[in-house]
């Protein structure tokens, strides 16, 4: 089946740097990926919606300018946290859904990262 | 899309069938049910999902009624690995996912 791959799993990095995490379709093609970040002992919020070839949507809350998305390919969706700092730190995932498969096929996730800022 | 509603958290013996139920009253005609679990510190796992038909697959069976306004998860024989938060999500088909907070399953030996 659709497999998601998203690397790093786990990073842990001083408050002010930036940390860039990838997502994969291994498998097959996706213009459109979804990232969502999750609290501990809370659910899946998500932050936006990465367009391959065009801006990244946000939510509301979500600021563009700090959470920087690059849909480059049809396989490949980042997702770089800039200048992060300790409330950054998070459990960050995405997913993705076949774009050849019929419409109501489910998204499937990648195993998330956790980032940590000291 | 159409908001879900799920007890907060159920016990399940092992061995046992876990039916883990989801309230969907607001569903619309074109709108599907989903339904994930997360295990703890991994990304959320698909198990299934139908729009009005009953479904079975390896892991599990999709019980819908008649109605479409709930729905009820069932796992045949549930085991320790099982143990896991259950979301269920209506949607309409290839949009992203909005969850709620499911329902965190505990099997027990």
């Known amino acids: 089946g659709a497999v998601v791959s998203q690397h790093p799993s786990w990073v842990i990095c001083k408050s002010g740097t930036s940390v860039k995490i990838e997502c994969r379709s291994l498998?097959?093609?996706?213009?459109?990926m979804f990232w969502y970040r999750q609290f501990p002992k809370q659910s899946l919020m998500l932050m936006a919606t990465?367009?391959?070839?065009?801006?990244?949507?946000?939510e509301q809350g979500v600021e563009k300018d700090k959470f920087l998305i690059n849909h480059a390919s049809l396989t490949l969706s980042t997702l770089t946290v800039t200048s992060a700092h300790p409330e950054d730190s998070s459990f960050y995932i995405c997913?993705?859904?076949?774009?050849?498969?019929?419409?109501?096929?489910?998204?499937?996730f990648g195993d998330g990262t956790r980032l940590s800022i000291l | 899309d159409a908001k879900t509603t799920q007890p907060p958290s159920m016990d399940c013996a092992e061995g046992r069938a876990a039916n883990l139920p989801c309230n969907h009253s607001?569903?619309?005609?074109?709108?599907?049910v989903y339904w994930y679990r997360q295990i703890h510190s991994q990304g959320p796992q698909y198990i299934i999902h139908?729009?009005?038909n009953n479904e079975t697959n390896e892991m599990a069976s999709l019980i819908i009624t008649e109605d479409r306004k709930s729905s009820t998860l069932i796992l045949p024989h549930a085991t320790l690995r099982d143990t896991a938060v259950y979301y269920c999500?209506?949607?309409?088909?290839?949009?992203?996912?909005?969850f709620g907070g499911g329902t965190r399953l505990m099997v027990k030996p």
């Open positions: 607001t569903i619309s005609g074109n709108e599907y």
């Open positions: 139908g729009l009005k």
């Open positions: 997913s993705a859904r076949d774009q050849r498969t019929v419409s109501n096929q489910p998204q499937h």
């Open positions: 990465s367009n391959e070839g065009s801006k990244a949507t946000y």
């Open positions: 999500i209506v949607n309409n088909a290839g949009n992203m996912l909005t």
């Open positions: 498998d097959f093609q996706a213009t459109t």
